[in-house]
């Protein structure tokens, strides 16, 4: 275990105080070091279980990622996967590749290897997502589709309008945006970025895209490089916004509405000549 801790540390995956923090939290609740990364935001399942898979050299996968054949799923039988938190993703051949939760079990792949007649190729992935997969394909009804019923037209992200009454303008930036408000969290080391694409012709509110959902009332700051007047530098600049629309176009891709709330006047001409060299 300390090898693995020294490891954290030596590759940037935890500060020092953020590591000695959560061993008192060990000390203190009798959970496992890594229960109290996750607890106390520091990593996420995630990122546990891909710093194990690089110490242990078995690949990591991101479950989500496949779609996984009803065939292949029952080659294990639900409960036993549940139990043991394992789940088939696909078959090459004799070779199972089956998701684990601790690939290094090997007493556990020996009996999933007798059970199926297969090679069993093991995978690392996070517990959560392999409950939350096993979950999905044995328990899919048409239930879990019930909102279908409800959706009389659904609006097309074309017409976008964050904000009414004033002109649009293209503007294209890329930016990031940090949350202000504590009643967002985002899991550690995830970062909003994305572009703007277009500005209200009064410069108080531009349209973003960004690849994380935004609720409407959250404050944030953006952040973004603009190359002043003849010169080669870039100069960042920072304004707080309000999010006051976010609409998703798909998967990890949102289309945001936000008013400027600090910009001066001196800023807003600046975006605005930005728009009129388009």
Excluded at 232 to 249: C, F, N, Q, T
Aim: aromatic residues 8%.
């Amino acid at each position: 275990m300390e090898n693995l801790e020294v490891k954290l540390l030596e590759q940037n995956w935890l500060h020092p105080w953020q590591l000695e923090r959560a061993k008192v939290e060990e000390r203190n609740s009798g959970r496992s070091l890594w229960v109290n990364l996750v607890k106390l935001g520091f990593l996420s399942e995630a990122d546990i279980a891909l710093f194990l898979a690089q110490e242990s050299n078995i690949p990591y996968v991101r479950i989500a990622d496949y779609v996984i054949d009803q065939s292949v799923l029952r080659l294990i039988e639900e409960n036993f996967s549940l139990q043991y938190q394992i789940i088939p993703l696909f078959k090459l051949g004799n070779t199972l590749f089956v998701a684990c939760s601790n690939p290094l079990d090997t007493s556990l792949l020996d009996t999933v290897a007798k059970m199926t007649g297969l090679a069993i190729e093991p995978l690392v992935s996070e517990a959560h997502a392999i409950m939350a997969a096993l979950d999905l394909y044995w328990r899919l009804e048409d239930k879990n589709f019930e909102l279908a019923k409800f959706i009389v037209k659904q609006n097309s992200v074309q017409g976008f309008v964050p904000w009414r009454g004033t002109e649009r303008l293209f503007l294209e930036i890329p930016l990031q945006l940090k949350i202000l408000d504590e009643a967002v969290v985002l899991l550690p080391r995830q970062a909003i970025t994305g572009h703007t694409f277009n500005i209200s012709s009064d410069a108080n509110f531009i349209g973003a895209q960004a690849n994380i959902f935004l609720p409407k009332g959250l404050i944030v700051l953006l952040s973004f490089e603009i190359k002043p007047e003849q010169s080669s530098s870039e100069k960042l600049i920072e304004l707080r916004g309000e999010i006051v629309r976010s609409a998703m176009i798909k998967a990890r891709e949102y289309l945001l509405g936000i008013k400027l709330l600090n910009a001066s006047e001196a800023i807003k001409k600046k975006l605005l000549d930005l728009v009129l060299l388009k």
